[in-house]
């Protein structure tokens, strides 16, 4: 097959999909091993009971609201003592308590014990993820067969 001067676009074009398809089918896998993860938290973790030691808001950009943080303290049944900053559906007052689920093995993977928290966005995360691999599929077969064509 010889590469004449057009096929240097139709390349580009398969290269682009196939690095595209590539980064999707990544962070999906990335994504659902995460989401598993959270998951054995909740089913297998042991429960905690944190206190908010600090809370802040990230700024928004573009009319959209900031994220709201919340530094939350707990001792694992170790008794080492662990901070770690979530970000929060809520407000939390300093001194509140919440719930935590983490494994012996990992408490600085602490997550918190709120049932929901996260599946809806998750989901989304994962559909618009696919949908993405399959745009750099299409767009891998479609340069192939011009190229093939060509």
Not at 12 to 17: A, C, F, Q, R
Not at 43 to 69: E, F, K, M, N, S
Not at 96 to 113: I, K, N, W
Not at 130 to 144: F, I, P, S, W
Request: proline letters at 3%; a positive charge; one cysteine or more.
């Amino acid at each position: 097959m010889e590469f004449s001067r057009g096929d240097g676009h139709l390349l580009l074009l398969v290269s682009l999909g196939l690095v595209v398809a590539l980064i999707a089918v990544a962070l999906a896998v990335r994504t659902f091993l995460r989401w598993l993860l959270i998951r054995r938290v909740f089913t297998q973790g042991l429960l905690a009971t944190g206190t908010v030691v600090d809370a802040y808001v990230l700024p928004g950009d573009q009319g959209r609201a900031g994220l709201q943080h919340a530094i939350v303290g707990f001792r694992a049944a170790d008794g080492r003592a662990y901070r770690l900053d979530f970000d929060a559906t809520r407000r939390w007052p300093l001194g509140a308590e919440v719930g935590l689920r983490y494994f012996p093995s990992s408490p600085e993977r602490a997550v918190l014990a709120e049932p929901g928290r996260g599946t809806v966005r998750t989901t989304l995360t994962l559909v618009l993820l696919v949908c993405l691999g399959l745009a750099g599929v299409l767009v891998t077969v479609l340069g192939l067969f011009r190229w093939r064509e060509a």
